[in-house]
């Protein structure tokens, strides 16, 4: 009933650029934060960065004056523009949100995830 779909990973060299896009579609009725997760191999999820619906910001520490998230409140869409990639940066990076639909019967809350896309930097 609600699905999250990415856009926008590749393979870049280092200190590119890259914009990830992840839209929310379903009966959504409202979506309150929306973020963005990175899962390197062999290492745990973590936190890139995330955004509230009236768009306050939370960054990692090693992507603060790098990366900028964003969000069309209109669109039910979260962007994040990577810039000055490095090779650590190399993971999948998972779109995340916390949402209110409805299953035609009840307004539900849950939280969702994108099936991932791949972004990797070379040196």
């Known amino acids: 009933q609600v699905q999250l779909v990415e856009s926008g990973g590749g393979l870049v060299q280092a200190g590119e650029s890259l914009r990830l896009s992840c839209a929310a579609s379903?009966?959504?009725?409202?979506?309150?934060?929306m973020g963005w997760y990175r899962q390197a191999p062999g290492k745990q999820r973590e936190l890139v960065a995330d955004i509230t619906t009236g768009g306050s910001t939370n960054y990692a520490d090693s992507v603060k004056g790098r990366f900028t998230i964003s969000r069309d409140n209109a669109k039910n869409t979260v962007y994040l523009q990577m810039n000055s990639l490095k090779p650590e940066d190399t993971a999948v990076y998972y779109c995340n949100a916390d949402l209110v639909y409805y299953s035609g019967r009840y307004y539900t809350s849950g939280n969702y995830w994108g099936q991932g896309t791949q972004v990797t930097v070379s040196s």
């Open positions: 379903g009966s959504i009725f409202s979506i309150n934060t």
